[in-house]
């Protein structure tokens, strides 16, 4: 059972700037491996938002690309999520995740609120 654990959330004005942070209990740099973060708000479904693997390609979803960054550091089996030029539709909850796929196993993080208000 991997565990991931989220930080960096919080309140930000539109414009602003947040890291969010995601570090795994096991290792992340497998071949078989996809980490990334979805985000779901209030009364939507839970949406991919960016995702990376073990190779370093990347993916985002349109409504982010160009103002988000996934980046990884094996050596601390960290996920981190950069998110520039925030906007108020950028409100939620983000999630982290890690797929192995080999055993088609998805783990999740517990969440961290990301609020765009000003």
């Known amino acids: 059972q991997v565990q991931l654990v989220e930080s960096g959330g919080g309140l930000v004005q539109p414009g602003g700037s947040l890291r969010l942070s995601c570090a795994a209990s096991?290792?992340?740099?497998?071949?078989?491996?996809?980490v990334g973060w979805y985000r779901q708000a209030p009364g939507t479904q839970r949406e991919l938002v960016a995702r990376?693997?073990?190779?370093?390609?990347?993916d985002y979803s349109d409504s982010v690309k160009g103002r988000f960054t996934v980046s990884r550091d094996n050596a601390k089996n960290t996920v981190y999520l950069q998110m520039n030029g925030l906007k108020p539709e950028d409100t939620a909850v983000y999630y982290c995740?890690?797929?192995?796929?080999?055993?088609?196993?998805?783990?999740w993080g517990q969440g961290t609120q990301v609020t765009v208000s000003s």
């Open positions: 995740y890690l797929r192995r796929l080999l055993t088609s196993s998805t783990y």
């Open positions: 096991e290792t992340i740099l497998r071949s078989d491996t996809l």
């Open positions: 990376i693997n073990s190779g370093g390609g990347t």
